[in-house]
């Protein structure tokens, strides 16, 4: 009982302070503004962010990252449109920090026409696997696939969906279902195309960190991001974006603040190169 009891207390101390001694929600804004007035539906472009904690986000949010662009759009926890601050995600309210949103965003906003506004709606849940998605398991509360198609049916009452981002694989780095990886993103990826209606819908497949521990859990990271790779030339609508150079946050699982910001760039980055024929000023 004592231990169990030790135990609690430890998960709760390791989630509510990060290695810094800062409390993890300690810069979380204090205020939600909502949107008065959205954009046309064509200039409304949105986004899902999808997978599990590394895409729900895991990072320290600092105030730079809760600071609201008026072209950059997501949604609360009601559905309802609100300008983007960090963090994005709502599912988790004991776990979710910083994710990739914001900055993916951002850096956007430099490529794409000016009367174009960015929506990026939260779908990432932690620890979900790539089997659960494809059932629509309820996991921590969540519905997986039916969840990412109520967010879609937001998306499309409002705007133009245009992209998927997709960071996931931690969950099936085993023995068992590395190899059934590539054929359930196969059919993940099918799936979230005919939900939105768009065959050549780009999306976007971020590596794993490439900083596991043990020297076997590595390799099985590095197996799911070869399989990430191989996967995204068979369709020219697939990108991958790779992890090399990002850091973790200090559990050897998740990326810090400053990658999470650094992996929204690249998602960026290779979103425009993928899609690029759809993106012409």
């Known amino acids: 009982m004592k231990t169990q009891l030790?135990?609690?207390?430890?998960?709760?101390?390791?989630?509510?302070?990060?290695?810094?001694?800062?409390?993890?929600?300690?810069?979380?804004p204090s205020t939600v503004d909502y949107v008065d007035q959205l954009p046309q539906a064509e200039n409304l472009w949105v986004f899902l962010l999808?997978?599990?904690?590394?895409?729900?986000?895991?990072?320290?949010?600092?105030?730079?990252?809760?600071?609201?662009?008026?072209?950059?759009?997501?949604?609360?926890?009601?559905?309802?449109?609100?300008?983007?601050?960090?963090?994005?995600?709502?599912?988790?309210?004991?776990?979710?920090?910083?994710?990739?949103?914001?900055?993916?965003?951002?850096?956007?906003?430099?490529?794409?026409?000016?009367?174009?506004?960015?929506?990026?709606?939260?779908?990432?849940?932690?620890?979900?696997?790539?089997?659960?998605?494809?059932?629509?398991?309820?996991?921590?509360?969540?519905?997986?696939?039916s969840n990412f198609k109520s967010k879609v049916a937001i998306a499309k009452k409002q705007g133009t969906i245009k992209g998927i981002l997709w960071h996931q694989?931690?969950?099936?780095?085993?023995?068992?279902?590395?190899?059934?990886?590539?054929?359930?993103?196969?059919?993940?990826?099918?799936?979230?195309?005919?939900?939105?209606?768009?065959?050549?819908?780009?999306?976007?497949?971020?590596?794993?960190?490439r900083y596991a521990e043990p020297r076997k859990k590595r390799q099985h990271w590095k197996s799911i991001n070869k399989i990430i790779i191989d996967f995204a030339k068979k369709d020219a609508y697939i990108g991958v974006i790779s992890s090399k150079g990002l850091k973790e946050k200090g559990d050897k699982v998740h990326f810090n603040g400053a990658s999470q910001r650094e992996m929204g760039k690249r998602f960026a980055t290779e979103y425009l190169k993928t899609a690029k024929p759809t993106h012409s000023n």
């Open 50 to 145: 999808t997978g599990q904690s590394n895409m729900a986000g895991r990072g320290f949010v600092e105030p730079q990252d809760t600071i609201p662009n008026k072209r950059i759009l997501t949604i609360d926890k009601t559905g309802q449109w609100i300008y983007a601050k960090e963090p994005l995600h709502f599912y988790e309210p004991k776990m979710t920090g910083l994710d990739c949103g914001l900055s993916f965003g951002r850096q956007l906003l430099e490529a794409v026409p000016s009367d174009v506004t960015i929506a990026i709606l939260p779908c990432a849940i932690g620890g979900s696997s790539i089997e659960q998605w494809l059932n629509d398991d309820t996991h921590r509360e969540v519905s997986l696939l």
């Open 169 to 209: 694989g931690e969950g099936d780095a085993n023995e068992q279902r590395i190899a059934k990886y590539s054929g359930n993103l196969d059919k993940l990826t099918l799936q979230f195309r005919q939900i939105v209606g768009n065959d050549t819908l780009p999306i976007i497949l971020g590596q794993l960190g």
């Open 6 to 28: 030790f135990f609690s207390i430890f998960v709760f101390l390791i989630l509510s302070v990060n290695i810094n001694g800062q409390s993890r929600t300690q810069n979380f």
